[in-house]
C-alpha cells in the first residue's frame, strides 16, 4: 500500500524513576530537531495480507523470553486495515483526566482507540472491498495470536509458566477418564481457549456482540540518549487532494465515533495474575481515511418557561 522506505529506530524505554519523579519531569512537548524531522516523515512498512510475518523467541526489556511477531530481522510493525473507530483517546492528552486516569498520572496514561468493523455508506461507496478486508484482518489478527501463543506453549516460556500447569493439571484430571487422551495436547487446547487474542467479542446493553480491536500507545516514554521525557502521541496523517499526505496533528483534538483509520500494530504477549494472552500496540503512524461529520450543536435541555414583565 504504501512506498518502503528506510527504517529507523526511536530508541525508548520504560522510566526507571519513580511516579512522582517523572511526572514532574513530564512536558508538553519535548521534541529535538531530529525527532520533529523524524516525525514529520509519514513511515509505513508491510501491509497485514503482504508481509511475511513470523513468531519467533526472543528477549524482552528485562531480558525474559518472550514471543516476538517479526518482519525480518526487525519486530513487525504491521499496517491495518482500515477500521472504523467505536471509541478513542488521541487529542493531546489522551485518556489523561478519565475516569481511571488522573490529570497527573502521566506514567499510567495512554493513547487508545477500540476499533470494529463495518463503515459508514459514504466510505462504502469509495471502498467497496472494505468490509471484506476487515473480515479477514480480523481473523488473521487472532491466527497470528494463536500462533505466537501455541509457540510459547511449544518452547515452555516461563512467564506462562503458572497457565501451563493449571492446564496441565486439568489434562490430567481429564485423562483418569480417557485413557487415550493426548495430555499435553489437550492441555495446549485449555490453554489457548483461556487466553484472550487481539480480537475480542463486546457485548452491548442489548446482549448483541461486537468484534473489536483495542489498541494503546504509552503516553510518554524516557529517551535513553538524553534522559528527557518524550511526549508519544502519534502522528495524524490525512489524504491531500493533489496527492500524498498532511500532517493534521495539531488540529486534531479528538476524532469521532465512526471515523475510519489506518494505523499500525505490533503484537506482544502479555502474562498477569488474573489474564494472559497476545495484545496489540498502537504504532506512531495513524492514517485518517474518514472524518465522521459532527453538528458541533448541543441540544438543549433548559425547560421551557413563559416570559413575565
Known sequence: MFTQLKRTHQAASDSTESTEIANKK???STDTPVEKKNQ???????????????PEVEDDYTGEKTISLKDGKYNAMVTTAPLTIKYSEMGPKGNLGTRFVSETAFTSAKFTMTLEKGVDSKVLAAMPNVESEQDAYFKWMNAT???MLTLAW???LPMFNAQRKKCMAAAKKEAKKDK??????????HFLKDATLPVVEKLDEDGDGTLINKISRRYQYTSKQTGDVIINRPRIWKRKREGGYEDITDSIKYLPKGSVVITQVSFRCYSMASYYGVATDM?????LVWRKPTSGVSKDNNPTVPYFE
Do not use: P, Q, Y
Not at 487415550?180 to 487446547?189: G, P, T
Not at 504504532?283 to 492514517?287: Q, S, T
Open 40 to 54: 514529520n516523515k509519514m513511515m509505513f512498512f508491510k501491509d497485514w495480507n503482504s508481509g511475511s510475518f513470523i
Open 26 to 28: 513530564a512536558r508538553v
Open 154 to 156: 511449544e518452547k515452555e
Open 180 to 189: 487415550e487422551l493426548d495430555v499435553n495436547a489437550r492441555a495446549l487446547e
Open 283 to 287: 504504532g506512531k503512524h495513524v492514517i
Open 145 to 147: 495470536g494463536t500462533s
